[in-house]
Nanobody, 131 residues
């Protein structure tokens, strides 16, 4: 099982960026996934999550309307589209999955951004927003 985030980089305030998380060893149509971020000197926080099969996305208040999470089952990839980037979006972004609950095929699943519930993590990709 592996998650590998990519797509980070330098973006100007107001700009856009799309992060990708390539997953292997499990299917995105059966397991919820999320994006977390950790800014320098701060604790890691949840940004957005989505249920199996690209359902019921959830966002942290400060990113609603600016970030968009999605999954592509065929490509085994989770995306986080960042728009109207702000300097306080600067952080290392991690993708994570909940695998311990087992596959959730056919079930309605509402994800949450409780870090402890996510048991499988990628290595992170750095996003820097210049002011």
């Amino acid at each position: 099982v592996q998650l590998q985030a990519s797509g980070g980089g330098l973006v100007q305030t107001g700009g856009s960026l799309t992060l990708s998380c390539s997953v292997s060893g499990f299917s995105l149509d059966a397991y919820p996934v999320a994006w977390f971020r950790q800014a320098p000197g701060k604790e890691r926080e949840g940004v957005s999550c989505i249920g199996p099969n690209n359902t019921n996305p959830f966002y942290k208040d400060s990113v609603k309307g600016r970030f968009s999470i999605s999954t592509d089952n065929a490509k085994n990839t989770v995306y986080l589209q960042i728009e109207s980037a702000r300097p306080d979006d600067t952080a290392r972004y991690y993708c994570a999955a909940i695998l311990w609950m087992g596959p959730q095929h056919g079930r309605i699943f509402y994800c949450a951004l409780r870090e402890r519930t996510y048991d499988t993590w990628g290595q992170g990709t750095l996003v820097t927003v210049s002011s």
